[in-house]
Each structure stands twice: as structure tokens, then as C-alpha cells.
């Protein structure tokens, strides 16, 4: 039996309850994730960005990073891991890579990115869709970590430390 019309109201306001309730959800997560979250044209060129991605580049809209090129196709292809601005490291085949930005202080920045090419031939086309979490302390740290190794292991102390 066809259920009734009131029946159908019913179940389609059901649907559109819930479907207003996952969008408010994802949406926090969105807005609220520790990390940078971003959609790009292939090219590079940001199209969306959440809250944390704008605060790791100092920035406080999507507007003031207008023109700014982050991360392109052939980067996370893997295709030119050297060629793009933000003088990449080594990429990985899917996407995964530490990069060094500036920030609109113009602080140098040690980024993670891990980004994904999505799309295809129109309608939508292709962009980029990732994150970007601040490595910059583990990166200074590592710097003063090295630093400090080379130091030690230069200076005359009288004695020889070994491993055994």
C-alpha cells in the first residue's frame, strides 16, 4: 500500500531534519578542526579554507590570501617536487609533503601537507582538497637537537663518550 501523502510529508521533513542536523555537524568539524583544511584549484589557488589554515598562515579571511599559490597539482602528484614556491621536499606518490611557506608576517613557516587530487573532466573539474598541520616547533627543534649533537661531539672534554 502507498503510504499517504500526509505520511510522505512526514518522512520528507524527517529527511530534511536530519540532513540540517549532519550538515551542522560536519560543519563544526570543519570550523573547529586542529588542523588546516583546504580545497584548491589545481593551480594552487585557494578556493576554501577553514579557520585553522588561516590562523597557521596569520591570515583572518580567505580574501587576504587571494593570489597566494599553496600547493598544485604537480606537487601532489608527485610530478615536480621542486618546481612550486614553497620549495618542496621530496614528495610522496599520493600527496604527502613537508613544504616551507611564509606566513603574512612574513615568518617562515614548516608545514605538513597531505593533499589529494579529486575531479575529472567537467563538470566540476579537478581541485586539490587537503590538510596542513604547523610543523614549524618540531622542525626548530630538531634544528637545536642536530645543533647540539654536532657541538658535543666536536668539543674536547678530556673523555671519549661510546655507545657500548
Not at 584549484?41 to 587571494?66: K, M, Q, T, V
Not at 598544485?72 to 621530496?90: D, F, I, M, Q
Amino acid at each position: 500500500m502507498r503510504p499517504s501523502l500526509k505520511e510522505q510529508l512526514q518522512e520528507a521533513r524527517a529527511a530534511l531534519r536530519a540532513l540540517g542536523e549532519s550538515e551542522t555537524f560536519f560543519r563544526s568539524v570543519y570550523e573547529n578542526a586542529p588542523v588546516g583544511i583546504f580545497r584548491a584549484e589545481p593551480s594552487g589557488c585557494l578556493l576554501l579554507a577553514n579557520p585553522s589554515f588561516l590562523d597557521i598562515l596569520g591570515a583572518r579571511s580567505l580574501e587576504e590570501l587571494s593570489g597566494w599559490s599553496f600547493c598544485c597539482e604537480r606537487c601532489v602528484s608527485g610530478e615536480a617536487p621542486r618546481t612550486c614556491a614553497h620549495n618542496l621536499r621530496p614528495a610522496e606518490t599520493h600527496g604527502t609533503f613537508e613544504a616551507e611557506w611564509t606566513r603574512l608576517d612574513g615568518e617562515p613557516l614548516f608545514v605538513r601537507v597531505r593533499a589529494r587530487i579529486l575531479g575529472g573532466p567537467e563538470p566540476g573539474g579537478r581541485f586539490i582538497e587537503g590538510v596542513v598541520s604547523d610543523a614549524t616547533a618540531s622542525r626548530k627543534a630538531q634544528y637545536r637537537l642536530t645543533f647540539l649533537e654536532t657541538a658535543l661531539e666536536t668539543m674536547d672534554l678530556g673523555f671519549t663518550i661510546t655507545d657500548s
